[in-house]
């Protein structure tokens, strides 16, 4: 490898480059709201998606519906629900549940 320094240069390039990478990756954490957000819309108002989405990031989109449930006995039965409704193509590769007995 004496007569090329170029691959040295371009491995050590390719390797600091992913290291960086795994890193970045690695440290960035969701975004989280650090300060109480005054609210200055009611839920129903057209501008209160438009400012959730500017906050949080993804846009809020329409057709959707969000429940508060508190505990397992309230979130299990609504996310297995939501499971059986879901095509069973879609069901087979983002659930991983028994199969029914």
């Given at each position: 490898?004496?007569?090329?320094?170029?691959?040295?240069?371009?491995?050590?390039?390719?390797?600091?480059?992913?290291?960086?990478?795994?890193?970045?990756?690695?440290?960035?954490?969701?975004?989280?709201?650090?300060?109480?957000?005054?609210?200055?819309?009611?839920?129903t108002?057209?501008?209160?998606?438009?400012?959730?989405?500017?906050?949080?990031?993804?846009?809020?989109?329409g057709?959707?519906?969000?429940?508060?449930?508190?505990?397992?006995?309230?979130?299990?039965?609504?996310?297995?629900?939501?499971?059986?409704?879901?095509?069973?193509?879609?069901?087979?590769?983002?659930?991983?549940?028994?199969?029914?007995?």
């Amino acid at each position: 490898m004496k007569n090329k320094p170029w691959l040295i240069a371009l491995l050590s390039a390719l390797a600091t480059s992913a290291i960086i990478l795994l890193a970045v990756n690695f440290s960035s954490g969701e975004k989280e709201i650090t300060q109480r957000v005054k609210h200055s819309y009611a839920v129903t108002d057209p501008q209160f998606q438009r400012s959730m989405s500017a906050l949080l990031g993804p846009p809020l989109v329409g057709g959707n519906r969000v429940d508060t449930l508190l505990n397992g006995r309230q979130i299990f039965p609504a996310m297995l629900a939501a499971i059986e409704v879901l095509p069973p193509r879609l069901a087979q590769e983002s659930s991983r549940r028994r199969p029914a007995r």
